[in-house]
């Protein structure tokens, strides 16, 4: 099988930051594509970053300048650096993985991020 496993997540006050991580494990033989989502409460699950096998990133409008994704070379382990936190960032934020570029998809179980005073 394959595992995604996130950590990182906790609470933190408006401008403050945290560093997300994420590892896969299990039956794979290539560099995959990775990501990471969001869901708030109530919210529909949206894109906030994703790196390919390559390195090459895509990221939501609302990340720009404050997020970065990066991964460990020639592995599947990825990272969210989140500088600048606002309330409007609370929500879990969930780990994914694109096995073959065709609809295999496997996801972490999240970690929450709150954002508060």
């Known amino acids: 099988q394959v595992q995604l496993v996130e950590s990182g997540g906790g609470m933190v006050q408006p401008g403050g930051s945290l560093r997300l991580s994420c590892t896969a494990s299990?039956?794979?033989?290539?560099?995959?594509?990775m990501g990471w989502y969001r869901q708030a409460p109530g919210k529909e699950r949206e894109l906030v970053a994703t790196i390919t096998g390559s390195g090459r990133t895509n990221y939501a409008g609302f990340v720009k300048g404050r997020f970065t994704i990066s991964r460990e070379a020639a592995k599947n382990t990825i990272y969210l650096q989140m500088n600048n936190l606002n309330p409007g960032d609370t929500a879990v934020y969930y780990c994914?993985?694109?096995?073959?570029?065709?609809?295999?998809?496997?996801w972490g179980q999240g970690t929450q991020v709150t954002v508060s005073s």
């Open positions: 994914n993985l694109d096995r073959d570029g065709r609809g295999t998809v496997y």
């Open positions: 299990g039956f794979l033989f290539t560099i995959n594509d």
